[in-house]
Protein backbone atom coordinates (compact mmCIF):
# COMPACT_ATOMS: atom_id res chain seq x y z
CA UNK A 1 0.00 0.00 0.00
CA UNK A 2 1.93 2.70 -1.28
CA UNK A 3 -0.46 5.24 0.50
CA UNK A 4 1.29 4.07 3.70
CA UNK A 5 4.80 5.01 5.17
CA UNK A 6 4.55 1.70 6.61
CA UNK A 7 3.39 -1.63 5.08
CA UNK A 8 -0.10 -3.03 6.39
CA UNK A 9 0.74 -6.55 7.63
CA UNK A 10 -2.50 -9.05 8.89
CA UNK A 11 -1.91 -7.93 12.45
CA UNK A 12 -2.86 -4.51 10.76
CA UNK A 13 -5.46 -4.82 8.88
CA UNK A 14 -7.21 -6.98 11.67
CA UNK A 15 -6.43 -4.07 14.24
CA UNK A 16 -7.49 -1.80 11.53
CA UNK A 17 -11.42 -3.70 11.46
CA UNK A 18 -11.44 -3.93 15.08
CA UNK A 19 -10.71 0.30 14.93
CA UNK A 20 -13.82 0.93 12.98
CA UNK A 21 -16.30 2.72 14.86
CA UNK A 22 -19.68 0.81 14.21
CA UNK A 23 -22.11 4.16 14.16
CA UNK A 24 -22.25 7.45 12.73
CA UNK A 25 -22.38 8.65 16.74
CA UNK A 26 -18.62 7.22 16.89
CA UNK A 27 -17.04 8.29 13.43
CA UNK A 28 -15.06 11.24 14.66
CA UNK A 29 -15.05 14.17 12.30
CA UNK A 30 -16.39 15.18 8.65
CA UNK A 31 -19.51 16.39 10.60
CA UNK A 32 -21.52 17.52 6.90
CA UNK A 33 -21.15 14.41 5.75
CA UNK A 34 -22.42 12.72 9.34
CA UNK A 35 -25.52 15.18 8.88
CA UNK A 36 -26.51 14.63 5.76
CA UNK A 37 -25.72 10.65 5.79
CA UNK A 38 -28.08 10.85 8.87
CA UNK A 39 -30.52 12.77 7.12
CA UNK A 40 -30.51 10.35 4.24
CA UNK A 41 -30.58 6.56 6.56
CA UNK A 42 -33.74 8.20 8.88
CA UNK A 43 -36.08 9.16 6.06
CA UNK A 44 -35.52 6.08 4.30
CA UNK A 45 -35.84 4.15 7.36
CA UNK A 46 -39.15 6.10 8.07
CA UNK A 47 -40.75 5.39 4.64
CA UNK A 48 -39.45 2.06 5.09
CA UNK A 49 -37.68 1.81 1.77
CA UNK A 50 -33.79 1.67 1.09
CA UNK A 51 -31.67 4.19 1.57
CA UNK A 52 -30.48 6.35 -2.14
CA UNK A 53 -27.52 5.00 -3.78
CA UNK A 54 -24.25 6.83 -1.98
CA UNK A 55 -20.91 7.22 -3.65
CA UNK A 56 -18.19 8.33 -1.20
CA UNK A 57 -15.56 10.36 -2.71
CA UNK A 58 -11.81 11.31 -1.22
CA UNK A 59 -8.10 9.87 -0.72
CA UNK A 60 -7.41 6.54 0.60
CA UNK A 61 -7.71 5.70 4.40
CA UNK A 62 -10.54 8.48 5.24
CA UNK A 63 -13.24 6.53 6.27
CA UNK A 64 -14.87 5.28 2.88
CA UNK A 65 -14.97 1.69 3.77
CA UNK A 66 -16.18 2.50 7.08
CA UNK A 67 -18.99 4.72 6.29
CA UNK A 68 -20.24 1.88 3.92
CA UNK A 69 -20.20 -0.52 6.90
CA UNK A 70 -21.68 2.01 9.16
CA UNK A 71 -24.80 2.43 6.63
CA UNK A 72 -25.69 -1.58 6.69
CA UNK A 73 -25.30 -1.30 10.15
CA UNK A 74 -27.10 1.59 11.53
CA UNK A 75 -29.48 0.13 9.59
CA UNK A 76 -29.60 -3.55 10.36
CA UNK A 77 -28.85 -4.35 7.23
CA UNK A 78 -27.02 -7.32 5.28
CA UNK A 79 -23.62 -6.21 3.87
CA UNK A 80 -21.79 -7.10 0.73
CA UNK A 81 -18.46 -5.84 -0.30
CA UNK A 82 -16.62 -5.99 -3.46
CA UNK A 83 -14.38 -3.57 -5.66
CA UNK A 84 -13.91 -2.58 -9.31
CA UNK A 85 -11.09 -4.26 -9.52
CA UNK A 86 -12.76 -7.52 -9.34
CA UNK A 87 -15.23 -6.73 -11.85
CA UNK A 88 -13.91 -7.51 -14.77
CA UNK A 89 -16.95 -8.28 -17.14
CA UNK A 90 -20.39 -7.77 -16.82
CA UNK A 91 -21.29 -11.26 -15.27
CA UNK A 92 -19.02 -10.80 -12.44
CA UNK A 93 -21.40 -7.80 -11.06
CA UNK A 94 -24.77 -9.61 -12.55
CA UNK A 95 -23.65 -12.95 -10.41
CA UNK A 96 -23.18 -10.40 -7.09
CA UNK A 97 -26.60 -8.59 -8.29
CA UNK A 98 -28.79 -11.63 -8.98
CA UNK A 99 -27.81 -12.29 -5.03
CA UNK A 100 -28.85 -9.62 -3.11
CA UNK A 101 -31.18 -10.26 -0.60
CA UNK A 102 -33.92 -7.31 0.00
CA UNK A 103 -32.37 -4.30 1.59
CA UNK A 104 -28.67 -5.15 1.33
CA UNK A 105 -26.13 -2.38 0.99
CA UNK A 106 -23.54 -3.04 -1.61
CA UNK A 107 -20.33 -1.68 -1.31
CA UNK A 108 -17.79 -1.31 -4.47
CA UNK A 109 -14.54 0.13 -3.86
CA UNK A 110 -12.56 1.91 -6.70
CA UNK A 111 -15.66 1.76 -8.39
CA UNK A 112 -14.13 3.99 -11.01
CA UNK A 113 -12.45 1.04 -12.07
CA UNK A 114 -14.85 -1.62 -12.93
CA UNK A 115 -15.05 -3.15 -16.89
CA UNK A 116 -17.49 -0.68 -18.98
CA UNK A 117 -19.55 -3.33 -19.43
CA UNK A 118 -20.31 -3.79 -15.90
CA UNK A 119 -21.15 -0.14 -15.83
CA UNK A 120 -23.34 0.06 -18.13
CA UNK A 121 -25.72 -3.36 -16.86
CA UNK A 122 -25.50 -1.10 -13.10
CA UNK A 123 -27.07 2.03 -14.63
CA UNK A 124 -29.69 0.44 -15.05
CA UNK A 125 -29.94 -1.96 -11.74
CA UNK A 126 -29.09 1.40 -9.69
CA UNK A 127 -32.28 3.05 -11.69
CA UNK A 128 -34.77 0.42 -12.06
CA UNK A 129 -33.39 -2.65 -10.26
CA UNK A 130 -33.60 -5.00 -13.47
CA UNK A 131 -30.74 -6.43 -15.60
CA UNK A 132 -30.89 -7.48 -18.61
CA UNK A 133 -29.05 -10.66 -19.12
CA UNK A 134 -27.41 -11.78 -22.53
CA UNK A 135 -28.57 -15.58 -23.21
CA UNK A 136 -26.98 -17.49 -25.64
CA UNK A 137 -24.60 -16.29 -28.92
CA UNK A 138 -24.54 -15.03 -32.18
CA UNK A 139 -27.78 -14.40 -34.26
CA UNK A 140 -29.23 -16.37 -31.94
CA UNK A 141 -29.04 -14.34 -28.54
CA UNK A 142 -31.95 -12.92 -26.63
CA UNK A 143 -31.52 -10.85 -23.39
CA UNK A 144 -33.48 -11.99 -20.81
CA UNK A 145 -34.63 -9.05 -17.95
CA UNK A 146 -34.29 -10.26 -14.35
CA UNK A 147 -35.73 -8.19 -11.24
CA UNK A 148 -33.07 -7.64 -8.80
CA UNK A 149 -33.75 -7.11 -4.84
CA UNK A 150 -34.09 -3.53 -4.07
CA UNK A 151 -30.70 -2.90 -2.86
CA UNK A 152 -28.23 0.46 -1.75
CA UNK A 153 -25.38 0.46 -3.95
CA UNK A 154 -22.62 2.50 -1.87
CA UNK A 155 -19.50 3.25 -4.10
CA UNK A 156 -15.73 4.53 -3.18
CA UNK A 157 -13.71 6.36 -5.17
CA UNK A 158 -10.30 8.25 -4.99
CA UNK A 159 -11.11 9.74 -8.14
CA UNK A 160 -14.92 10.90 -8.77
CA UNK A 161 -14.05 12.58 -11.82
CA UNK A 162 -13.11 9.58 -13.42
CA UNK A 163 -16.88 8.33 -12.81
CA UNK A 164 -18.73 8.69 -16.12
CA UNK A 165 -21.45 11.13 -15.86
CA UNK A 166 -24.73 8.44 -16.08
CA UNK A 167 -22.93 6.49 -13.22
CA UNK A 168 -22.21 9.16 -11.35
CA UNK A 169 -25.66 10.90 -11.78
CA UNK A 170 -27.60 7.86 -10.13
CA UNK A 171 -26.23 8.43 -6.75
CA UNK A 172 -28.71 9.83 -4.63
CA UNK A 173 -25.98 11.29 -2.45
CA UNK A 174 -22.36 12.60 -3.23
CA UNK A 175 -20.07 13.08 0.08
CA UNK A 176 -16.36 15.00 -0.60
CA UNK A 177 -14.56 13.14 2.35
CA UNK A 178 -11.99 15.95 3.52
CA UNK A 179 -8.58 15.56 5.52
CA UNK A 180 -8.69 15.41 9.23
CA UNK A 181 -7.80 18.01 11.24
CA UNK A 182 -5.03 18.01 13.85
CA UNK A 183 -8.14 17.93 17.09
CA UNK A 184 -9.88 15.01 15.18
CA UNK A 185 -7.34 13.14 15.02
CA UNK A 186 -5.93 13.27 18.46
CA UNK A 187 -9.39 11.71 18.82
CA UNK A 188 -9.05 8.72 16.77
CA UNK A 189 -5.67 8.30 18.16
CA UNK A 190 -7.23 8.10 21.72
CA UNK A 191 -9.42 5.96 21.12
CA UNK A 192 -7.01 3.48 19.35
CA UNK A 193 -4.43 3.94 22.32
CA UNK A 194 -7.04 3.18 24.92
CA UNK A 195 -8.23 -0.38 22.60
CA UNK A 196 -4.39 -1.34 22.41
CA UNK A 197 -3.90 -0.28 26.30
CA UNK A 198 -1.27 2.08 25.58
CA UNK A 199 -0.59 5.21 27.72
CA UNK A 200 0.27 7.53 25.65
CA UNK A 201 0.33 11.72 26.99
CA UNK A 202 -1.27 14.73 25.02
CA UNK A 203 1.69 15.87 23.69
CA UNK A 204 2.50 12.54 21.87
CA UNK A 205 -0.76 12.29 21.11
CA UNK A 206 -0.52 15.85 19.62
CA UNK A 207 3.00 15.00 17.14
CA UNK A 208 1.41 11.84 15.69
CA UNK A 209 -2.03 14.06 15.25
CA UNK A 210 0.63 16.19 13.21
CA UNK A 211 2.72 13.99 11.32
CA UNK A 212 -0.14 11.21 9.55
CA UNK A 213 -1.20 13.10 6.82
CA UNK A 214 -4.82 14.18 7.76
CA UNK A 215 -5.42 10.23 8.14
CA UNK A 216 -6.89 8.39 10.42
CA UNK A 217 -5.38 5.17 8.93
CA UNK A 218 -2.40 6.71 8.85
CA UNK A 219 -2.57 7.41 12.35
CA UNK A 220 -3.58 4.76 13.52
CA UNK A 221 -0.44 2.87 11.79
CA UNK A 222 1.82 4.99 13.35
CA UNK A 223 0.67 4.20 16.98
CA UNK A 224 1.35 0.90 16.62
CA UNK A 225 5.10 1.51 15.54
CA UNK A 226 5.19 4.48 18.48
CA UNK A 227 3.88 1.26 20.74
CA UNK A 228 6.67 -1.00 19.18
CA UNK A 229 9.56 1.52 20.21
CA UNK A 230 8.34 1.88 23.39
CA UNK A 231 7.96 -1.49 24.12
CA UNK A 232 11.65 -2.52 22.06
CA UNK A 233 13.18 0.58 24.03
CA UNK A 234 11.30 -0.29 27.63
CA UNK A 235 10.34 3.53 28.10
CA UNK A 236 6.82 5.68 27.90
CA UNK A 237 5.15 6.38 24.39
CA UNK A 238 5.88 9.94 25.00
CA UNK A 239 6.93 12.94 22.95
CA UNK A 240 10.72 11.63 22.67
CA UNK A 241 9.38 8.04 21.42
CA UNK A 242 7.28 9.83 18.97
CA UNK A 243 9.54 11.47 17.13
CA UNK A 244 12.39 8.91 17.59
CA UNK A 245 9.95 6.03 15.91
CA UNK A 246 8.68 8.10 13.46
CA UNK A 247 12.35 9.27 12.28
CA UNK A 248 12.95 5.51 12.13
CA UNK A 249 9.91 5.22 9.40
CA UNK A 250 11.34 8.03 7.48
CA UNK A 251 8.21 10.47 8.14
CA UNK A 252 9.28 14.13 8.70
CA UNK A 253 8.40 16.76 10.72
CA UNK A 254 5.33 17.44 8.25
CA UNK A 255 4.08 13.74 8.33
CA UNK A 256 5.32 13.64 4.29
CA UNK A 257 6.38 9.95 3.49
CA UNK A 258 9.42 9.27 1.11
CA UNK A 259 6.67 9.41 -1.91
CA UNK A 260 5.42 12.58 -0.89
CA UNK A 261 9.09 13.83 -0.67
CA UNK A 262 10.00 12.00 -3.66
CA UNK A 263 7.28 14.39 -5.70
CA UNK A 264 8.59 17.55 -4.05
CA UNK A 265 12.77 16.88 -4.55
CA UNK A 266 11.31 16.45 -8.28
CA UNK A 267 9.39 19.65 -8.63
CA UNK A 268 11.90 21.66 -6.42
CA UNK A 269 15.54 20.48 -7.92
CA UNK A 270 14.87 18.60 -11.42
CA UNK A 271 11.65 21.25 -12.59
CA UNK A 272 13.30 24.24 -10.35
CA UNK A 273 10.10 24.58 -9.06
CA UNK A 274 7.59 23.84 -11.43
CA UNK A 275 5.21 23.76 -13.62
CA UNK A 276 5.46 19.91 -13.88
CA UNK A 277 3.14 18.13 -15.82
CA UNK A 278 1.16 15.43 -13.90
CA UNK A 279 2.67 12.40 -15.93
CA UNK A 280 6.36 13.87 -16.31
CA UNK A 281 6.00 13.78 -12.17
CA UNK A 282 5.04 10.12 -12.44
CA UNK A 283 7.21 9.12 -14.73
CA UNK A 284 9.94 10.52 -12.68
CA UNK A 285 9.28 9.50 -9.68
CA UNK A 286 8.10 5.81 -11.02
CA UNK A 287 4.67 5.87 -9.74
CA UNK A 288 0.98 5.84 -11.94
CA UNK A 289 0.18 8.93 -12.63
CA UNK A 290 -3.38 8.14 -10.37
CA UNK A 291 -1.59 7.25 -7.40
CA UNK A 292 0.48 10.95 -7.30
CA UNK A 293 -3.17 12.53 -8.40
CA UNK A 294 -5.64 10.84 -5.96
CA UNK A 295 -2.92 10.20 -3.17
CA UNK A 296 0.34 12.33 -3.27
CA UNK A 297 -1.50 15.45 -4.51
CA UNK A 298 -4.34 16.06 -2.87
CA UNK A 299 -1.66 16.34 0.81
CA UNK A 300 0.46 18.38 -0.47
CA UNK A 301 -2.08 20.82 -1.87
CA UNK A 302 -3.96 20.87 1.42
CA UNK A 303 -0.76 21.72 3.55
CA UNK A 304 0.37 24.34 1.46
CA UNK A 305 3.42 22.87 -0.74
CA UNK A 306 2.47 22.91 -4.23
CA UNK A 307 -0.47 24.85 -6.31
CA UNK A 308 -2.42 23.57 -9.04
CA UNK A 309 -2.21 25.55 -12.25
CA UNK A 310 -3.16 25.04 -15.67
CA UNK A 311 0.32 24.21 -16.72
CA UNK A 312 0.87 21.96 -14.31
CA UNK A 313 2.16 21.86 -10.53
CA UNK A 314 4.25 24.59 -8.95
CA UNK A 315 6.11 24.75 -5.84
CA UNK A 316 5.28 27.05 -2.96
CA UNK A 317 7.90 29.38 -1.02
CA UNK A 318 6.55 26.92 1.95
CA UNK A 319 7.90 24.20 0.12
CA UNK A 320 11.27 26.03 -0.26
CA UNK A 321 11.87 26.41 3.02
CA UNK A 322 10.75 22.78 4.21
CA UNK A 323 13.24 21.21 2.04
CA UNK A 324 16.03 24.17 3.10
CA UNK A 325 16.46 24.84 -0.46
CA UNK A 326 16.89 28.52 -1.52
CA UNK A 327 14.39 29.55 -3.91
CA UNK A 328 14.62 30.05 -8.00
CA UNK A 329 14.95 33.63 -8.99
CA UNK A 330 11.77 34.49 -10.84
CA UNK A 331 12.23 34.00 -14.43
CA UNK A 332 13.93 37.10 -16.77
CA UNK A 333 15.29 38.37 -12.94
P1 LIG B 1 -10.97 4.17 3.16
O1 LIG B 1 -12.02 3.13 2.83
O2 LIG B 1 -11.40 5.56 2.87
O3 LIG B 1 -9.63 3.85 2.57
P2 LIG B 1 -11.26 3.12 5.87
O4 LIG B 1 -12.71 3.28 6.08
O5 LIG B 1 -10.77 1.75 5.54
O6 LIG B 1 -10.75 4.16 4.76
O7 LIG B 1 -10.54 3.69 7.17
C1 LIG B 1 -9.25 3.26 7.55
C2 LIG B 1 -9.15 3.15 9.06
O8 LIG B 1 -9.14 4.45 9.62
C3 LIG B 1 -10.32 2.42 9.70
O9 LIG B 1 -9.95 1.13 10.08
C4 LIG B 1 -10.64 3.20 10.95
O10 LIG B 1 -10.05 2.59 12.06
C5 LIG B 1 -9.98 4.53 10.76
N1 LIG B 1 -10.94 5.60 10.54
C6 LIG B 1 -11.29 6.15 9.35
N2 LIG B 1 -12.16 7.15 9.52
C7 LIG B 1 -12.38 7.25 10.85
C8 LIG B 1 -13.18 8.12 11.66
N3 LIG B 1 -13.91 9.11 11.13
N4 LIG B 1 -13.18 7.94 12.99
C9 LIG B 1 -12.43 6.97 13.54
N5 LIG B 1 -11.64 6.13 12.83
C10 LIG B 1 -11.61 6.26 11.51
Known amino acids: ?66 LAMIVAHEGGRPLRMSSGPAIQHAGDLAAILS ?25 LAMEDFRIDIMVGKGAGATSVPLDLAPFTLVGATTRSGLLPNPLRDRFGFT ?22 GLAV ?13 GTPRIANRLLRRVRDYALVHGRD ?16 ALGLDRLDRAVMQTILTRFGGGPVGLNTL ?23 LI ?23 PEGA
Open 175 to 196: AHLEFYDEAELEQVLSRAARML
Open 282 to 304: AVSVGEESETIEAVVEPFLVRIG
Open 201 to 213: DGEALAEIAGRCR
Open 99 to 123: SLVPGEVLFIDEIHRMARSAEEMLY
Open 307 to 329: TRTPRGRVATPAAWRHFGLAERA
Open 1 to 66: DLTDPVLASEAELAFEGALRPRSLAEFVGQTRVRGQLQLLLTAATLQQRTPDHILLAGPPGLGKTT
Open 237 to 252: ADVEAVRAALDLYDVD
